[in-house]
């Protein structure tokens, strides 16, 4: 047992001005405090260094940027590609695997040996990699990277290892799969083409072999320029020249002919037997026009030519529309006869796919549907019914249907909560889908052991909220609520939420959720709150508002030359209890336009009876005012506890508290009256030698700059997440290696996160709003000195003239050193790294809960850190993890019993609930941007503190329950994750993950218990890491298989007949072409090949990959194949000794034959 000894022999007086980097800066200041009994606290620490490691657990999706796909057709798995060289593999419900290349290159093409366990990436940078999927955490085994010539297209035939790879200078290539090595076998451009032909083909779009003979390769040159090859006799059987660009080839499955997707819209069909010109050319969606001539049309840039047995053959292909009709969505067109459906699709068109029963290309193909990805989505169409209705996903693709503009994660929630959340979102679910099962159905997945409810909440910008359940590392929506209903829709001629946002008004920016009581709260970025309950049946009911109104006075940007003092104030709503009124003239920004918005909210709540379905149903809302012409600032806090019955939210300007069980409104207070006398900082004061007209002066210039931006400052809070492009974040590389990875200043990266404005004065001077040049770099230097005195005039320029309410934390606590009992308390968190302490008197019977006003008031209680404060949490005298107070939930619209269903159950744990050795008290972690922090309680002692980063800062810091245990982790604005264990703060983990490349990461990174985290890594995706030992050891438990034995399906017998006179495809031996011993090894200047990750001894080792087994079963055939020669090598020997000796023998007989036995 480990024991940290701390004598409390109490606290000297603290200066208002003192250091309060020294761990004994936690007193109330000015307070002298008696000196408490000698304590002695023992807590047995489990957790070491060894119980954390790093690692990413899954993605989930949409893949962002998708390029290519591909599809086994006997695994039924399918690839897609990304722009930023991600390969997501997906087979049934929770098989989903995430891959990603090292070099970041954009995938152009996906191949896979089919029943094989193994994909061909081509990427960007114009490599090959072969990738064993024969493991659940795929790995690259082969890489081949082309350095003269650019890869275009790719094609595999089936069953074979040698892959053709076609370049942009029209070469043609083949690479042996196994060893991933080039052949000597070139097609060069200038032999494929006639002597003649005067210009470069251009690229090769399309390869692919003849379903009649392997022996014969089709070539497609974007030009129009088509050749069959003759692989055995290096010739062309024959050459066409067409007009029109080629985009894509297609085969009939006999071999006879082939169909031409081409750039004017037509498609052309091909017949073998006389290729000098098209048997057939169309023009799907040209019109014929007045004049006779065909309307022009846009660019088929794919088509697949299918049969089917019972019926005419399917002709799928994208684009082909004419250009009339300007704004038309994508299509899809399916020709099946002479009946054409045109499939609008909501996304452009990457890539399609028919999905065929058979993997023969000579057989006949019978499709049963069609893979279609979209930029932004992924649908398969039910080719089987005339009406091709749509497969329902299984895949958590639309988790961007709405930019993600926030998450929460909750692990371990009550096991009923997704049960019930299901239930109530299975309702309404969309109808019309294909009744078939999900054709994507391959790979194995069975639920762990290790697993428990996880749910994750994500905030949308359309003001939607949906709940995920994340139980076993998979994902599926359980219900979505839309936070818009609760409003009337904003019309654009007075509405003011179009001032604030003018697209999203009812964007999500932060949630608050309790799954015991079963209480949702939702910050919005019209500066709004709205309060849910849950309830299992529909209601009718009216939504109470209250309105707030919490600013600063616009004279209270303070201007260092000023010297009167004139605090900070706020006036509150209708319901609020008025802590005083102050007339002040007219703000400089607040015209006759603006004036007409001053005292109201941004949206306006609907006021009429509405009926809500089942689920959670909107009860509150609070919304904060216009004033002086200005909108509201940006809630930057919120926390509820049901078990109070109370709702505490902050901003820069201060902090309101407010009861929703009897819809009143407690506090509303500035920053700078909850310190009251306790203030430790010497506040700037106005001079009176300043004339009226220079101070107005500086207010209007300063104001105006604030209000002409305000409709940039609140977008720019989440615009990296709701615009799904990468490019407004890109950082320029000379400013990059700062450790906030390339934003110039602390504040700016905090204002783009949080959405509020936190000036300094040096920023009012600046030239532009939100400059952020040398000077924010220099006013940066200065903050990281951590100079908080408010002696000198240098000091309080550097100074933010507004102090946020950065965290809010209600428990039970100790309010002062004076008290001996636990007494319900909100700790405030400032941006100044001051945690003040709220005590509260709450009625405990039901009645008079619901009657009686609750009592609050600033204790004048102080602690101060290093940084704006991020996170609070309480332990107990043990180190065991203090859960808040709630109250068990109760549906209020239930039929039966209504009188028992009313009465309130609350479930309090007590701080002194445990304390058997320790007595008293309690342990407050407190955690800022810089350094964290542990309280004994009520003596208010820092115990221990640790200085996290010097160099960067805290974004994300919580306090989570791993290994039995709890710790402290933060995530840091230069990529690393920590942790660190309490009470003792020792440095558990330390890794550099991941660098802050953009605000998205900022803004939805989060921590929860049993070591998990997430955070948007993508527009749209979601990527969950864990940082626990424990996770990372069963996370290959709990992944799904990709790979699943199966007997590949044996091919058609084609009859005598018809394989006589259609010509035999099974002769060809392609080792015997392009072997080294026929072809020559390929020139090593042209491509290099690297070995895999685990390089060539980890080949040898792969026991269960594809080019293992592959490389091991033709090693024990040479083998065999040499003992049987040596035996028949052997036996000839023997044979020819038995002759000579059979020769021998006779020649002695024949001479001794006559002889008699004496003359022998």
């Known amino acids: 047992m480990k024991k940290f000894r701390k004598v409390l022999d109490g606290l000297t007086t603290s200066s208002p001005g003192g250091s309060i980097g020294s761990p004994s800066g936690g007193s109330a200041a000015g307070t002298p405090t008696a000196t408490p009994t000698p304590k002695e606290i023992?807590?047995?620490?489990?957790?070491?260094?060894?119980?954390?490691?790093?690692?990413?657990?899954?993605?989930?999706?949409?893949?962002?940027?998708?390029?290519?796909?591909?599809?086994?057709?006997?695994?039924?798995?399918?690839?897609?590609?990304?722009?930023?060289?991600?390969?997501?593999?997906?087979?049934?419900?929770?098989?989903?695997?995430?891959?990603?290349?090292?070099?970041?290159?954009?995938?152009?093409?996906?191949?896979?040996?089919?029943?094989?366990?193994?994909?061909?990436?081509?990427?960007?940078?114009?490599?090959?990699?072969?990738?064993?999927?024969?493991?659940?955490?795929?790995?690259?085994?082969?890489?081949?990277?082309?350095?003269?010539?650019?890869?275009?297209?790719?094609?595999?035939?089936?069953?074979?290892?040698?892959?053709?790879?076609?370049?942009?200078?029209?070469?043609?290539?083949?690479?042996?799969i196994e060893s991933f090595i080039l052949s000597g076998y070139v097609i060069m451009w200038n032999k494929a083409i006639e002597l003649s032909t005067k210009t470069h083909p251009g690229p090769v779009v399309h390869l692919s072999d003849s379903p009649k003979d392997e022996g014969k390769l089709l070539i497609g040159f974007e030009s129009g320029t088509i050749v069959q090859w003759d692989l055995r006799l290096k010739k062309a059987d024959f050459r066409i020249y067409y007009d029109e660009a080629i985009h894509s080839v297609s085969w009939h499955h006999e071999g006879k002919q082939f169909m031409c997707s081409h750039s004017d819209g037509s498609l052309s069909i091909w017949n073998l037997r006389n290729t000098t010109k098209p048997f057939q050319v169309t023009f799907p969606h040209g019109k014929i026009q007045k004049d006779g001539r065909k309307e022009s049309c846009k660019p088929i840039l794919k088509v697949e030519y299918k049969t089917s047995r019972n019926s005419e053959p399917f002709v799928i292909f994208s684009g082909g529309l004419s250009y009339d009709k300007a704004g038309r969505r994508p299509t899809l067109t399916i020709m099946h006869g002479k009946a054409i459906t045109v499939l609008e699709m909501d996304y452009p068109i990457v890539e399609f796919m028919a999905l065929c029963e058979t993997p023969y290309n000579n057989e006949v193909q019978e499709p049963y549907a069609v893979v279609v990805l979209l930029e932004k989505d992924l649908i398969v169409v039910d080719l089987t019914q005339s009406n091709f209705p749509v497969f329902e996903n299984p895949y958590p693709m639309d988790i961007h249907e709405s930019p993600v503009t926030c998450t929460a994660y909750f692990a371990d929630c009550p096991p009923d909560i997704i049960p019930i959340l299901y239930s109530i979102g299975v309702k309404h679910k969309k109808t019309g889908y294909s009744q078939k099962e999900w054709p994507v159905g391959g790979g194995t997945w069975?639920?762990?052991?290790?697993?428990?409810?996880?749910?994750?909440?994500?905030?949308?910008?359309?003001?939607?909220?949906?709940?995920?359940?994340?139980?076993?590392?998979?994902?599926?929506?359980?219900?979505?609520?839309?936070?818009?209903?609760?409003?009337?829709?904003?019309?654009?001629?007075?509405?003011?939420?179009?001032?604030?946002?003018?697209?999203?008004?009812?964007?999500?920016?932060?949630?608050?959720?309790?799954?015991?009581?079963?209480?949702?709260?939702?910050?919005?970025?019209?500066?709004?709150?709205?309060?849910?309950?849950?309830?299992?049946?529909?209601?009718?009911?009216?939504?109470?508002?209250?309105?707030?109104?919490?600013?600063?006075?616009?004279?209270?940007?303070?201007?260092?030359?000023?010297?009167?003092?004139?605090?900070?104030?706020?006036?509150?709503?209708?319901?609020?209890?008025?802590?005083?009124?102050?007339?002040?003239?007219?703000?400089?920004?607040?015209?006759?336009?603006?004036?007409?918005?001053?005292?109201?909210?941004?949206?306006?709540?609907?006021?009429?009876?509405?009926?809500?379905?089942?689920?959670?149903?909107?009860?509150?809302?609070?919304?904060?005012?216009?004033?002086?012409?200005?909108?509201?600032?940006?809630?930057?806090?919120?926390?509820?506890?049901?078990?109070?019955?109370?709702?505490?939210?902050?901003?820069?300007?201060?902090?309101?508290?407010?009861?929703?069980?009897?819809k009143t409104i407690l506090l509303c207070m500035s920053t700078l009256d909850l310190y009251g006398a306790a203030d430790p900082y010497q506040r700037l004061t106005r001079s009176p030698r300043r004339n009226r007209q220079s101070t107005s002066e500086f207010c209007m210039r300063g104001l105006s700059n604030?209000?002409?931006?305000?409709?940039?400052?609140?977008?720019?809070?989440?615009?990296?997440?709701?615009?799904?492009?990468?490019?407004?974040?890109?950082?320029?590389?000379?400013?990059?290696?700062?450790?906030?990875?390339?934003?110039?200043?602390?504040?700016?990266?905090?204002?783009?996160?949080?959405?509020?404005?936190?000036?300094?004065?040096?920023?009012?001077?600046?030239?532009?709003?939100?400059?952020?040049?040398?000077?924010?770099?220099?006013?940066?230097?200065?903050?990281?000195?951590?100079?908080?005195?408010?002696?000198?005039?240098?000091?309080?320029?550097?100074?933010?003239?507004?102090?946020?309410?950065?965290?809010?934390?209600?428990?039970?606590?100790?309010?002062?050193?004076?008290?001996?009992?636990?007494?319900?308390?909100?700790?405030?968190?400032?941006?100044?790294?001051?945690?003040?302490?709220?005590?509260?008197?709450?009625?405990?019977?039901?009645?008079?809960?619901?009657?009686?006003?609750?009592?609050?008031?600033?204790?004048?209680?102080?602690?101060?850190?290093?940084?704006?404060?991020?996170?609070?949490?309480?332990?107990?005298?043990?180190?065991?993890?203090?859960?808040?107070?709630?109250?068990?939930?109760?549906?209020?619209?239930?039929?039966?019993?209504?009188?028992?269903?009313?009465?309130?159950?609350?479930?309090?744990?007590?701080?002194?609930?445990?304390?058997?050795?320790?007595?008293?008290?309690?342990?407050?972690?407190v955690c800022s941007e810089k350094q964290a922090k542990v309280f004994l309680m009520p003596s208010q002692s820092c115990l221990f503190v640790h200085n996290i980063t010097e160099s960067s800062f805290v974004l994300r810091a919580d306090v989570v329950s791993v290994c039995n245990s709890v710790c402290l982790a933060c995530f840091c604005a230069n990529g690393h994750v920590m942790t660190l264990s309490l009470p003792s703060l020792r440095p558990l983990l330390d890794v550099n993950y991941l660098p802050l490349a953009d605000m998205r990461i900022a803004r939805t990174f989060c921590f929860t218990h049993g070591g998990q985290a997430l955070y948007l890594s993508s527009p749209t995706e979601i990527q969950r890491i864990t940082y626990s030992q424990e996770m990372c050891d069963n996370l290959q438990e709990m992944l799904g298989e990709l790979f699943t034995p199966i007997e590949t399906p044996e091919a058609q017998n084609r009859g005598f007949l018809k394989g006589f006179f259609g010509g035999n495809s099974h002769n060809f031996d392609r080792e015997e072409l392009f072997g080294e011993a026929a072809a020559g090894k390929g020139s090593r200047s042209l491509a290099q090949h690297i070995p895999g990750q685990a390089g060539m001894e980890g080949m040898k080792v792969a026991a269960c990959g594809v080019v293992g087994d592959l490389a091991r079963a033709r090693i024990a055939l040479d083998e065999r194949g040499q003992r049987l020669g040596e035996l028949e090598e052997r036996t000839a020997l023997m044979m020819t000794s038995a002759e000579t000796f059979s020769k021998h023998a006779h020649e002695v007989m024949l001479k001794c034959k006559d002889k008699k036995w004496y003359q022998l």
């Not at 926390?639 to 109070?644: E, K, T």
């Open 446 to 662: 069975t639920l762990g052991s290790h697993t428990y409810p996880e749910i994750i909440i994500t905030g949308h910008a359309d003001g939607s909220i949906k709940f995920w359940d994340a139980s076993a590392i998979t994902l599926q929506m359980l219900y979505k609520l839309k936070t818009s209903k609760a409003f009337l829709k904003p019309k654009p001629s007075e509405g003011r939420a179009a001032d604030l946002v003018e697209d999203d008004p009812f964007a999500i920016q932060m949630v608050s959720w309790c799954p015991q009581s079963r209480i949702f709260c939702v910050v919005g970025i019209s500066a709004h709150i709205i309060l849910y309950r849950f309830s299992k049946y529909e209601a009718n009911t009216q939504i109470v508002s209250l309105e707030v109104r919490l600013r600063c006075e616009a004279e209270d940007v303070i201007s260092p030359s000023e010297n009167e003092n004139n605090p900070c104030f706020t006036e509150s709503g209708s319901h609020s209890p008025q802590p005083h009124h102050h007339q002040h003239a007219a703000s400089p920004g607040s015209g006759t336009t603006e004036g007409n918005k001053d005292s109201n909210p941004c949206l306006k709540v609907k006021d009429r009876m509405v009926r809500v379905p089942p689920g959670y149903q909107a009860e509150l809302v609070i919304q904060l005012l216009w004033a002086d012409g200005e909108p509201p600032q940006q809630i930057t806090s919120l926390d509820v506890n049901s078990a109070y019955g109370l709702l505490a939210f902050g901003n820069c300007n201060g902090l309101a508290v407010v009861d929703y069980l009897q």
């Open 706 to 925: 604030l209000y002409s931006d305000s409709k940039k400052r609140i977008r720019t809070s989440y615009q990296s997440l709701t615009e799904l492009s990468d490019n407004q974040q890109s950082i320029d590389t000379d400013r990059s290696k700062s450790p906030t990875s390339g934003y110039a200043s602390r504040r700016a990266m905090l204002q783009q996160l949080h959405g509020v404005a936190m000036y300094s004065h040096d920023e009012h001077h600046a030239t532009a709003p939100y400059c952020w040049s040398e000077r924010a770099a220099a006013t940066e230097s200065r903050e990281n000195s951590f100079s908080r005195s408010r002696s000198s005039s240098v000091s309080s320029i550097d100074r933010d003239t507004k102090e946020a309410v950065t965290t809010l934390q209600f428990g039970e606590s100790y309010a002062r050193k004076s008290d001996t009992l636990p007494t319900p308390c909100l700790w405030v968190g400032t941006s100044l790294g001051m945690v003040l302490l709220i005590p509260m008197s709450i009625p405990t019977d039901h009645e008079e809960r619901m009657e009686e006003p609750v009592t609050i008031g600033p204790s004048g209680t102080v602690l101060m850190l290093k940084g704006s404060v991020l996170r609070i949490s309480f332990l107990d005298c043990m180190g065991a993890l203090i859960q808040s107070p709630y109250e068990v939930w109760r549906d209020l619209n239930a039929h039966e019993d209504p009188d028992r269903m009313r009465r309130r159950k609350l479930v309090h744990i007590s701080p002194s609930s445990s304390q058997h050795t320790c007595g008293e008290g309690h342990l407050a972690v």
């Open 42 to 176: 023992e807590i047995q620490e489990t957790l070491v260094s060894e119980n954390f490691q790093l690692c990413k657990t899954v993605r989930h999706g949409f893949p962002y940027q998708p390029t290519a796909l591909a599809f086994d057709p006997v695994q039924k798995i399918l690839a897609i590609g990304s722009r930023t060289g991600g390969v997501r593999i997906l087979g049934r419900p929770g098989v989903d695997c995430y891959c990603q290349h090292e070099s970041g290159a954009a995938v152009l093409q996906l191949q896979f040996l089919i029943n094989e366990g193994a994909l061909v990436t081509a990427c960007a940078d114009d490599t090959l990699h072969l990738w064993n999927l024969r493991q659940r955490r795929p790995a690259v085994l082969h890489s081949l990277k082309f350095n003269r010539e650019r890869i275009t297209f790719c094609h595999l035939p089936f069953q074979s290892k040698w892959l053709y790879v076609g370049t942009e200078r029209g070469n043609t290539h083949i690479v042996n």
